[in-house]
């Protein structure tokens, strides 16, 4: 069945360092992907998505590209900040799959220290 | 104006009550989920109602039991609880089945002693 793994966190960096967070996923046919974000005692946020290969998705500064040839969606930002500071999950959603069947990753939890 | 609220934010029970966790949404969705959380951050979809009809039932034991008075609410039951039960348990709505983005609300911690 369909699948995303993502790379076991923690995760700690520096304020202004580079982040990437690993995503790969196993589907068939032709997958949406997601990135959500889950700040501390909140819910899961969209962070951005895309719907075909090689798309771009971006927001706040945070980049990931739907990479075919590797099934990949890694996520990536230049410098980050305490405030990015959250969980962060890779998800799928196959071609006319409905949103209830999203499939998460496992969480990534980013902590950025000043 | 909360888009996605639910109530309470935590609730503490011993084994064997029954409760219930309330989910409103404001955004004019016509599609609302329950997920569970686990404590190593795991989700998974357990329910999801479409114009009041439950369109998704994952292998969910029987015990929890989604209600839907309108397409605004969807509140979950749950009998006879069990330690097992204890997690986080997220509402969630989005427009329609297809790709647009859920909106999750700020999560409903469990606690079963």
């Known amino acids: 069945g369909d699948s995303v793994t993502q790379m076991e966190g923690p995760v700690t960096l520096s304020e202004e360092a580079f982040l990437t967070i690993n995503c790969t996923y196993t589907?068939?046919?032709?997958?949406?992907l997601f990135w959500y974000v889950q700040y501390p005692g909140e819910g899961l946020q969209l962070l951005l998505k895309?719907?075909?290969?090689?798309d771009k998705g971006s927001n706040k500064g945070f980049e990931a590209t739907y990479r075919k040839e590797t099934t990949s969606f890694h996520l990536e930002k230049g410098s980050v900040q305490v405030s990015d500071s959250a969980v962060y999950f890779c998800?799928?959603?196959?071609?006319?799959?409905?949103?209830?069947?999203?499939?998460f990753g496992k969480g990534t939890k980013l902590s950025v220290k000043p | 104006d909360t888009a996605v609220s639910q109530t309470p934010k935590y609730l503490v029970t011993q084994m064997g009550n029954d409760k219930s966790i309330k989910c409103e949404q404001n955004?004019?969705?016509?599609?609302m989920y329950w997920y569970k959380q686990d404590s190593k951050k795991f989700l998974k979809i357990m329910f999801s109602?479409?114009?009041?009809?439950?369109?998704i039932n994952e292998t969910v034991p029987n015990r929890f039991s989604p209600k839907s008075p309108d397409k605004a609410h969807l509140n979950l039951h749950i009998n006879s609880l069990e330690l097992g039960d204890s997690a986080v348990y997220f509402c969630?709505?989005?427009?329609?089945?297809?790709?647009?983005?859920?909106?999750f609300g700020n999560g409903t911690r469990l606690t079963v002693t």
């Open positions: 969630a709505s989005s427009q329609g089945q297809g790709h647009s983005p859920l909106h």
């Open positions: 589907a068939t046919g032709y997958p949406s």
């Open positions: 895309a719907t075909k290969a090689d």
């Open positions: 998800a799928l959603l196959n071609y006319g799959g409905s949103q209830g069947n999203l499939i």
């Open positions: 955004l004019g969705h016509d599609t």
């Open positions: 109602y479409n114009n009041k009809e439950l369109i």
